[in-house]
């Protein structure tokens, strides 16, 4: 496959911090760089190594936390886990670690796209109490959206009014010194029927995984999800319809209830997902907690961090996607080839 | 450990079918049997294979849905998958494979309690649109929930009130020849402080991708979930609090947002999930859809299938936590004894 | 694919005890049943399940070892490891375990057969002191044995002299309560070039990784192996040539001192391995050993063993053989198709 | 653990190419640089990583073979198996990168001294028709060797008359312009019992596996190896004794043919095996092969490369043997604590 930086630059861009008032104003390039694994702009087959530097760091602004494990943070856990803990911004449990996951998910939906045309678009569809209307949303999951029609707002939210409210819920939140959450609606078109093992990897099982082992999350849904257990079997079964084209004898389903997946396997449907993401922990705010003594304290927290961090998740929810479905298809392409 | 069967069908007998009017009338006894890794009613250390019949499969239950594959269920998939599927009652993805998952759950679960007190408790907290009340729910999480307590109405919900409004939900479905679903919400306490990996196996990570790999499942939340979104950092965040023992120096959180987890590790609070279940595919009711060549027909099913699986799924949902916690206690005990 | 338990009996025939004067009179039939992940005699594509149930069993055989760990067996290292241990014939550590890899390798076998018309065929090499001479094994390996050939013997060694005198070294050390060991050589033609991965999994470190779980091995050589050590590399080097067909454009060598492997990956020569079997530790001589708590003692085994496990393992190792090929081609096509 | 780079680096630079007059004239330092997983020369229980940048690089060197698949190399496998290969050099087949094996075993093996004084010395006993005589090894292996001892002469051979003769060997290699193999023997002292999985990962199975994963490795044996099949099992029974200290009471063996492990599992004895290298495929010699388009033609290597790589890949050895047994400790530990 031909690969070089610039396949992998533009999610890392989506990503950065710094890229507008939103966000937190700690700045870093976040350059990417090929290490190993292509020659003359062609993987080898091999593995690939990419590489991006830390360049804005500055570890005085964590100094007066030491004493004092941050609310809803890594450091009582980390410490409990390991018997230490790095001394400034989070270490291991910084969110900055989920910059390899957008540069090897890149690389990865590359090739989902060259091979099957598959496209990974994820986008905003809630901000602490601004949510996209109900039938707005059924709409937006079945028209052909783009990564550019995501990208037209600071907050990623396709629907232009919904997004002046998610600016204006974000910068409460900034004049608060407060934060806020919010929830990514992820639709992921052109997926082969056949992928996803029928036990315990199954395709909406593996999602899951992925999704919550990113920073801040708190809730997956496939599908109807949670609202799904609220309606009776016989408005929730997608009946299946003729789909054959010229090219290709196949069914699809009237309804999308099962969000492309049946019994963990995908049918061929675009499978649509969601992510519930928590407002960050850290805040201007004062909070009143206590010392890893246990001494009840005042903690003022600098550091630079952002007031909502859903904008930018949106490329790191695509990223996961695609390593999940770049694994899976692997794994059935080893069957078919059979 | 000492082990033998007893401690493993009372877990089974929750799970099997035929326990009430309100589940399907198939009927199993679903005996299990320990084939290997115990002598003398004690676990050798090597692996334990446990053995259950199926007894009562009626093949031709099935045989008019041979050219038609069920709505929001597996057969098409499969066929997509495989090239080929099995002829009767779903097979590979037939539920039935969740008897394995109750019976190694019940091994891992007295293993858990034994060595750490862990106890593990799961209940129906929504079915159909019956939900108990946001209120009445929040003293039961924090309160000393019994499985006893959970067993007391056939809907496995124990707030009494709420139980006779789903058991009316489920009737309504059962005589609509139609089918619901729900929510199980699960409890788990006494869980150590340290148990999860820091990045992509974080514990809640574990606990989504056991949970949607059971059969139904739609979402997942951990802690404050898909709600959590909506409020400001400064309510979310939960603070610490000396909850120092005479045995044990450590701290506690005020709040519980985090479902007892933190950067993926847990932090010594309840670890509390949420799980969704759509309403069963199979119902009774004539379903307007396609057979496998693409021509529209009327599917009517026999089989003898559940209205509503969500209680039966209880001891489901409390041995994927208890597989999930073992194996994470596990890899942290390597660590601790180093 | 097709399959039924036929496919499967034949290979655990040639494990099975009791097949001959030369091995243990411990009687067992090691009829296999498939008890799922078929249907009509057709694989699913979902996981087969294969039972084989003991028959023959006298733990009273094993009674008076209860307090002394057999000298080179598995009950001091079972005892340290997990604190208990089985009381009777070995447990786990029984080779009686290795009838479930003969099992699994016949599926394999067979399907690599059908996909690549790959053939495994292993035969004995050696016992004690006697070794098939060195220019008749050169020649075995490039001719096109069976294993209608192997098994013409009771030894399972293709060359009748060298059988012979293996014969009599088994007799002798039965008359002696003695045992003896040997060596197994296994040629695997028609492997496709390309299979094995290139670092930590090279194909010949999967082989030796499945050849050394072997109960009772002692040492695996791919290629030229300990031999290769002693020449310069001008004579070690295996020159190419072309060795098109009509069908496939492809080079060979000339010689074939890689074992078929270079780099970890297969080149398309046959793939050529030996394996090492120390002498069975079980013997009925009397051993001048100690009791689990140090007190020096006279050992005298009952139990009924075999004086030479070797020509029973020839089934093994090609099970173990089939198992790594099939996994690694499947890896592989998960590429190719890419 | 206290963790800085010099912990590293001396393994490193034992590994490292331009050692003497018998190795490749490649000069590079590589020098490792620890980039996270420790704060304060501390490490933070979180994944540490080790850099060390190439710096002699010449890939002109590599131009005339562009065409032809050098002999007993991997770039004709590579080609098959990717398709493509790196043009230089031998890319991910270059023997080169197991400089991030000793890196990483530096680690593990300090962690295996710390904890339980695990000790790894192996050295080199065999090159080309030259070998340690049996009863000088015998010795050795029960000797308290140390690495000093072993790198007292160029070829690390801790017997120094089979030294002299081995430089000899060596010498008249690179003279003629061609390679020699060798063999290298490891012993690691102060394993506790108990450590090595029962079926597939026995001990001895992980070890086959790391060390057949070294490039050029042609064999492997444990304990009495290949020489064990032609005793009896009344000579090569290892009898018990017991070895009680006032701080612990166990069991010893007297002989150590199972080469510390039985079953699987590590007896307290030390563990033993040998490693088979053959001689470098790269050679100044004229070579008769063919280029891929099957044309017979003369080969004439130029790049710089080792006549003898044995003693160098004493440390990748060493490094292999701690990387298993850190693992297979650690997964130990998770039970023992339990």
Tied chains: 1, 2, 3, 4.
């Excluded at 992928?195 to 708190?218: N, Q, R, Y």
């Amino acid at each position: 496959m031909k690969l070089n930086e610039s396949d992998i630059q533009g999610q890392l861009d989506r990503r950065k911090p710094g890229q507008s008032k939103l966000t937190t104003p700690r700045k870093e390039q976040d350059l990417v760089k090929i290490l190993s694994g292509t020659e003359a702009n062609l993987t080898l087959g091999t593995p690939i190594c990419l590489v991006v530097q830390n360049q804005d760091f500055k570890p005085a602004d964590y100094a007066n936390m030491l004493d004092i494990p941050r609310p809803s943070h890594a450091d009582y856990t980390y410490q409990k886990k390991y018997g230490i803990r790095s001394s400034s911004g989070g270490g291991r449990s910084s969110a900055r670690e989920t910059i390899g996951r957008v540069a090897a998910g890149a690389v990865a939906e590359k090739w989902l796209y060259e091979k099957y045309g598959i496209e990974i678009i994820a986008y905003v569809s809630g901000i602490g109490q601004i949510q996209i209307p109900t039938e707005t949303e059924a709409l937006l999951k079945q028209s052909m959206l783009k990564r550019s029609d995501v990208d037209q707002n600071l907050v990623r939210c396709p629907d232009e009014k919904t997004a002046e409210l998610m600016v204006h819920e974000i910068e409460a939140a900034l004049n608060d010194q407060d934060s806020v959450g919010g929830i990514i609606t992820c639709v992921c078109r052109n997926i082969p029927a056949g992928i996803g093992e029928p036990v315990f990897d199954k395709l909406e099982a593996m999602l899951a995984h992925a999704m919550l082992s990113i920073p801040a999350t708190k809730g997956f849904e496939i599908g109807s999800g949670f609202d799904g257990t609220k309606v009776k079997g016989s408005q929730h079964n997608d009946m299946f319809t003729s789909k054959t084209s010229s090219s290709d004898k196949k069914l699809g389903t009237k309804t999308n209830n099962s969000g492309g997946i049946q019994g963990g396997i995908s049918n061929g449907e675009p499978v649509i997902f969601r992510v519930a993401f928590k407002p960050p922990a850290t805040i201007g705010k004062t909070q009143e907690t206590c010392t890893f003594d246990g001494e009840e304290c005042l903690l003022n927290a600098k550091g630079r961090h952002d007031p909502c961090v859903v904008p930018r998740a949106v490329p790191i929810v695509e990223a996961m996607a695609a390593l999940v479905l770049v694994d899976q298809i692997l794994i059935q392409q080893s069957r078919v080839n059979s």
